[in-house]
């Protein structure tokens, strides 16, 4: 099937497939996701039931403290917090109704805690409150209102109220442990889609590319062994054709031309066979003249190079007869011709010889001064190159150590922006401590105003006992709060501990930037010096070097002159050896002539 793909439809449906895969598993995870998010948004609404279920429970005993405290004492400061508590009470109510619309069971819970609240404060706090006020300073105002059924009544309200709301927080942590194992079950089931999904597509891309690279190797490895025999010399060899794609018609397209290259080898083999036989008519003919036998006759004829060749050679061989029947003719003339040349040659040679002994010697001392002036003109050439660079080199160097410096201020500001921010973080921490010894008295003092309490409460007998348990409750809370004052003012101490030391490694750590930004600061002025100075020495440079040039040019020029005119001289020696030389070859060629003419046939 695959055979019948081109090569951009196998890699689009190999790629295709892993996107596909990818897409679903995308697709699922994102589902997962989704039912994850709505998990996770469920958990927050419990946990945020939860925090006003616990709001309103710190209300209501805020304001039992503040009643109880106004009833002990008769002082207004206790009705006048600067937080109102029932205020907070009402708004706290509101927003965990609002907050249980989905839950039918936690609105009758809230409704019942609010009618509670409501008639509480209506029947009870507020009468209390009232008639306390009506007492004002008298003798036994406390006790009186301490032996009130009202107290007995509002303890029972408000356990009442904490039932409720324990009940409440216990169907909130039933729903949050339900929800929480749901959000489990998802994160357990989005892991295990990832992995097999990752797995998957490995798994298809690692098929995927053995296929294709199975589908684009096969071809080319059958292309590739029949190319190596071709080069072995077996030139009837021809690839399979295994598919339809691109590298089926780049095969095919092979076997077409090894086909043609194949039928012109076999013409060129019997056009070589021809000439071959062409050729060894014609060297026999050569042979025969070689050996001074000019009767042999040339029958190779016709219109290509052979051809012509073969009428060539004919003309040649008839008019090398003619030649040497001339020559027979005229070699006594060149005998006497010769001796009169080569006196004349011997004198003009000798003056030659002089004049170019001369002019060598001007032209090997030109030479080398020439030679000299271009050695040191190089020179000159490299030192500019290097001043050259040696200035761009300084420039980026100092631009380099101006980025550094920079980088380093910044490193300093944003050192000192933290050591002033960790100022800042001490003293927090050392406010927040002023703030947990005034918790840690209030503590002591509701300790101490508790057991006061207890002891009235004791002293009043049986009416007092509900008071007594109150006391005991809030002497219990007082202890609570005090150790929970140490942890926390235990962790500020650490925490200012770490602080300090985190000061103290930020200023060393200024500091070494600080020493470092002024060593940078060192090098690039001593740069600064450097390069100045190299940029002195550039034009320096240029003016020695058109120096330089200039005389360059010149010993050019005079090492030309000098050259052509030892040339025209040394030509013209050895136009006068070679004279003289010829006069005395033609002496002798002239009798060898005579006596190599004569072993030539050239009558048949």
């Given at each position: ?12 449906a ?44 710190a ?42 619309t989905?839950?039918?069971?936690q609105?009758?819970?809230l ?28 003798d036994?105002a ?9 107290l007995a ?56 590319a ?10 080319l ?20 054709v ?19 290259i ?80 080569a ?27 020439s ?5 040191l003109l ?23 150590l ?13 050192t ?24 840690t008295?209030?503590a ?40 929970s ?21 930020m ?10 930004v ?79 003419v ?7």
């Amino acid at each position: 099937m695959l055979q019948d793909f081109s090569i951009k439809q196998k890699i689009y449906a190999g790629f295709g497939s892993i996107v596909g895969i990818l897409l679903v598993l995308l697709l699922l995870a994102y589902n997962n996701f989704s039912k994850l998010s709505a998990a996770t948004e469920r958990d927050r609404h419990t946990l945020e039931m939860l925090l006003e279920a616990d709001q309103v429970a710190a209300n209501l005993l805020d304001i039992q403290n503040q009643m109880r405290g106004f009833l002990l004492t008769g002082e207004e400061r206790f009705l006048t917090p600067e937080v109102d508590e029932e205020a907070l009470l009402r708004r706290n109510l509101a927003l965990a109704m609002a907050l249980a619309t989905d839950n039918p069971a936690q609105q009758e819970r809230l409704r019942k805690i609010d009618a509670t609240a409501t008639t509480w404060l209506a029947n009870i706090v507020h009468p209390l409150i009232e008639r306390r006020r009506t007492l004002g300073r008298t003798d036994g105002a406390a006790d009186q209102m301490a032996r009130s059924p009202e107290l007995a009544t509002s303890v029972a309200t408000v356990a009442e109220v904490r039932r409720l709301l324990g009940d409440l927080a216990a169907e909130e942590n039933r729903l949050l442990a339900i929800r929480s194992a749901e959000a489990a079950e998802l994160q357990k089931s989005m892991s295990m889609l990832l992995v097999a999904g990752g797995a998957v597509c490995v798994l298809l891309a690692i098929a995927i590319a053995f296929i294709l690279g199975r589908a684009l190797m096969a071809p080319l490895n059958n292309l590739t062994q029949v190319v190596g025999r071709i080069a072995g010399g077996d030139r009837s060899a021809r690839a399979t054709v295994l598919s339809r794609d691109e590298l089926g018609e780049v095969t095919a397209e092979f076997n077409r031309m090894a086909q043609a290259i194949q039928d012109s080898q076999a013409k060129e083999l019997a056009a070589a066979n021809e000439l071959r036989a062409k050729v060894g008519a014609l060297l026999g003919v050569v042979s025969k003249a070689a050996s001074g036998d000019l009767t042999g006759a040339v029958t190779v004829h016709g219109d290509d190079a052979i051809g012509m060749m073969g009428d060539g050679l004919k003309t040649m061989v008839e008019n090398l007869r003619q030649l040497i029947n001339n020559v027979q003719r005229a070699g006594i003339q060149v005998t006497t011709s010769a001796t009169e040349i080569a006196a004349s040659a011997k004198q003009q040679e000798a003056t030659g010889v002089e004049q170019a002994q001369t002019s060598v010697e001007i032209l090997s001392t030109t030479k080398e001064m020439s030679a000299n002036t271009q050695q040191l003109l190089r020179t000159m050439e490299e030192a500019t190159a290097v001043a050259d660079y040696t200035t761009h080199a300084t420039a980026d160097a100092q631009d380099n150590l101006k980025r550094m410096d920079q980088t380093m201020q910044n490193m300093v500001a944003a050192t000192d922006s933290i050591n002033a921010k960790l100022a800042a973080l001490s003293e927090k921490a050392s406010n927040i401590n002023s703030v947990l010894t005034t918790i840690t008295k209030v503590a002591d003092q509701t300790n101490i105003l508790s057991l006061n309490a207890a002891i009235e409460a004791e002293k009043a007998g049986d009416a007092g006992r509900g008071f007594s348990v109150v006391a005991t409750e809030i002497r219990r809370l007082a202890d609570q709060t005090s150790v929970s004052t140490w942890d926390i003012e235990q962790m500020l101490k650490e925490m200012q501990s770490a602080v300090s030391a985190s000061v103290m490694g930020m200023d060393k750590f200024s500091e070494e930037i600080r020493r470092s930004v002024g060593e940078v600061r060192t090098v690039a002025g001593q740069l600064s010096t450097v390069m100045d100075q190299v940029q002195k020495l550039a034009p320096q440079f240029d003016v020695v070097l058109q120096g330089m040039q200039a005389q360059s040019v010149g010993a050019s020029q005079i090492s030309e002159t000098m050259m052509h005119l030892s040339d025209a001289t040394q030509q013209t020696v050895e136009s006068l050896k070679a004279t003289s030389e010829a006069v005395h070859q033609l002496q002798y060629a002239a009798g060898d002539l005579q006596s190599s003419v004569a072993t030539f046939s050239v009558h048949s």
